[in-house]
Every structure is written in C-alpha cells, then in structure tokens.
C-alpha cells in the first residue's frame, strides 16, 4: 500500500477565489488521480496526473477550472479556480502504485465556498 | 464507458447478521473489481478486491463474489459488528485506461 497525505484537510474559501489542494505519497507511483465527492453522493474522477505533462479530464472538467500539476511520480496539486459554492465538495488523491492494480485514497479535502 | 449500479442505497442490520451488497458493470471488459468502505470524515479505504479471473475471494468476515456471464458482483459482511458501519463502494476498471468508475455506494447501518 501507499501512505498518501492530502494537505488542507479542510478549508472555509470565499467565492471567487482559488484553493491549492496537495498530495504528498511515501512512495513512488505510476498513476495519480484527482476525484470529486459531493455530498451524500458517489465519487467522480475528475482527472489523471501525468508526471512532466498535461493531466487528462473527464468529460465535464476542465483544466481552467481544475489545473492540476504533478512535477514527480510522488507529488501532485488539484487547483479549484474561482468558486462557486456548487465546488463545495471533498477532493481525493488517489494513488496506484503499478499498473491496473489496487487504487488508494489519501483522506480528502473536505471544501466549503460561501 | 463503464456505468456500474448499486444496490441497495441503504441497508440496516442487526448486529451478528449478514449484509449483502450487489453490483452491475456494463462493460465486459472490465477487470477489476475492488470495493471500498468509507467511514465519516475518511477516504475510501481498500478492502477487497477481486479479479475476472476469480469467481470468489474471502478475508475474513467479508468476502467477494464476481459473475462475469451476469456482468454482476457482490459484498458478504457476515457476523456484522457497529464498526462495519460505513458507507461501501464498488467500483470496476476497464481494461485499458486503468479508470475506476464507483457505483453509487450503499450505506449500512449495523445496530446494536
């Protein structure tokens, strides 16, 4: 397994603004992933980190309003640009340590936008 | 893409009682299919898994079921205790794109 560690674990933001979220992994990783949870519901991916390049989105995300950076295979940031109080949401990292194997969760970032 | 179902939503037992949990998946190529329990407050934590390759894989208490024909899959809690309670997903990757999609999660409830 990894040990994942999600820096703010909560914020209180003020819409209009931006949030930096960190994931920090023990390890060295192949894939990283940045999902949305908002309340009471399931959890959407809303992008893959690539090492050194331009993360994927899923349909319906966009890198404007969710940049994301990974400089190395243990360290990545999600950005949530210019809130709304409809970002409010908890943000996972998750982590795979090889190929199509098992996929963990750092703790979330629980966000609230008034 | 992949579109799993989850069912039930919610699900209440009596401490000592089995829970079951099921799944669909859409896709046949998918291959993997791990589940996750999520406890307030927390990230989704690992549990079991289980591979196409396998129709079933036990740990413990909980164990996992995969019906490839059906393209559906399923959790056993047996002797259930309060601290099963959580909210649990499943989840299925394709293949190719190493892409977790969640079924909608089930919240169990384990009384007393």
């Known amino acids: 397994s990894a040990v994942i560690s999600q820096k703010p674990s909560r914020d209180i933001c003020q819409r209009g603004t931006s949030l930096t979220i960190q994931c920090q992994v023990d390890?060295?990783?192949?894939?990283m992933f940045w999902y949305r949870q908002q309340p009471g519901q399931s959890l959407t991916l809303i992008a893959t980190?690539?090492?050194?390049?331009?993360?994927?989105?899923e349909s319906g995300f966009v890198i404007d309003k969710f940049p994301i950076s990974r400089p190395n295979l243990t360290f990545s940031t999600l950005t949530v640009s210019n809130m709304s109080p409809e970002d409010s949401s908890i943000y996972l990292c998750?982590?795979?340590?090889?190929?199509?194997?098992?996929?963990?969760f750092g703790q979330g970032t629980r966000l609230t936008v008034v | 893409g992949e579109n799993v179902e989850q069912h039930p939503s919610t699900l209440s037992v009596q401490e000592g009682d089995s829970a079951v949990i099921k799944c669909t998946y859409s896709?046949?190529?998918?291959?993997?299919f791990p589940w996750y329990k999520q406890e307030l407050g927390k990230g989704p934590q690992l549990i079991i898994d289980?591979?196409?390759?396998?129709g079933e894989k036990k740990d413990q208490r909980i164990a996992v079921t995969l019906n490839k024909t059906a393209k559906h899959f399923s959790l056993h809690i047996t002797e259930t205790q309060p601290e099963d309670s959580a909210v649990y997903f499943c989840?299925?990757?394709?293949?190719?794109?190493?892409?977790?999609?969640f079924g909608g999660g089930t919240r169990v409830l384990v009384k007393p």
């Open positions: 896709d046949s190529a998918s291959n993997y």
């Open positions: 390890s060295q990783v192949t894939m």
């Open positions: 989840a299925a990757i394709l293949a190719a794109g190493n892409k977790l999609t």
């Open positions: 289980i591979r196409s390759n396998v």
């Open positions: 998750s982590v795979e340590t090889q190929l199509n194997t098992e996929a963990f």
């Open positions: 980190a690539n090492q050194g390049s331009e993360a994927t989105y």
